[in-house]
T-cell receptor
């Protein structure tokens, strides 16, 4: 199956710093990528839809200025958590949609903000 | 707004037993996905169901879709410990092309030896 690489897998940072997470589709082009957030023992919540070459579409309640998304190419989307605070600690998962509409998920990034 | 509900939320069962997890959704859709998540890991795709009456089987797991009832089931046959995980269903919107998925609450399954 298709492979989506997400990097880093785990990051610990100090409060107030910014963290960038990368999501790459390795063997297919993805015009659309998705960013999810998952708190412990909860389901996945969609944060935003990332479209190549255009602005991301954010879900209600997600701060655009805090979670910056860039989808500069058909194989790469990045999520930057700006001025991270402890409440931003979570498991972030990206996915990339194939031309057939199937979503393939990255391995996830565990963010811990001290 | 599309809502997806899974039942049960938690399930503990002995090895060798059978059980069914249910996934109900609130609006018309003909695309339903089942995923498995192990602790600390991302999602593993299990099944993609794209039409009414679709049935797919892989090992001890079988998934089905009834779009008229807006219901999908994940049936576990003769459970083994390796199946312990959290299972999510996810539903796509009716207009194919917008791939946004709405996830169910998840079912945490524990298989007891």
């Amino acid at each position: 199956g298709a492979v989506v690489s997400q990097h880093p897998s785990w990051v610990i940072c100090k409060s107030g710093t910014s963290v960038k997470i990368e999501c790459r589709s390795l063997d297919f082009q993805a015009t659309t990528m998705f960013w999810y957030r998952q708190f412990p023992k909860q389901s996945l919540m969609l944060m935003a839809t990332s479209n190549e070459g255009s602005k991301a579409t954010y879900e209600q309640g997600v701060e655009k200025d805090k979670f910056l998304i860039n989808h500069a190419s058909l194989t790469l989307s990045t999520l930057t958590v700006t001025s991270a605070h402890p409440e931003d600690s979570s498991f972030y998962i990206c996915s990339a949609a194939s031309s057939a509409g199937i979503q393939y998920f990255g391995a996830g990034t565990r963010l811990s903000v001290l | 707004e599309l809502k997806v509900e899974q039942n049960p939320l938690f399930l503990s069962m002995q090895e060798g037993k059978n059980y069914t997890i249910y996934c109900n959704y609130s609006t018309t859709s003909d695309r339903l996905y089942w995923y498995r998540q192990d602790p600390g890991k991302s999602l593993e795709s299990l099944f993609v169901l794209l039409s009414n009456g679709a049935v797919k089987q892989e090992g001890r797991l079988m998934a089905s879709l009834d779009t008229k009832a807006r219901l999908s089931t994940l049936h576990i046959t003769a459970a083994v410990h390796d199946l312990s995980a959290t299972y999510f269903c996810a539903v796509g919107p009716p207009n194919f092309g917008n791939e946004k998925l709405t996830f169910g609450t998840g079912t945490r399954l524990t298989i007891i030896p």
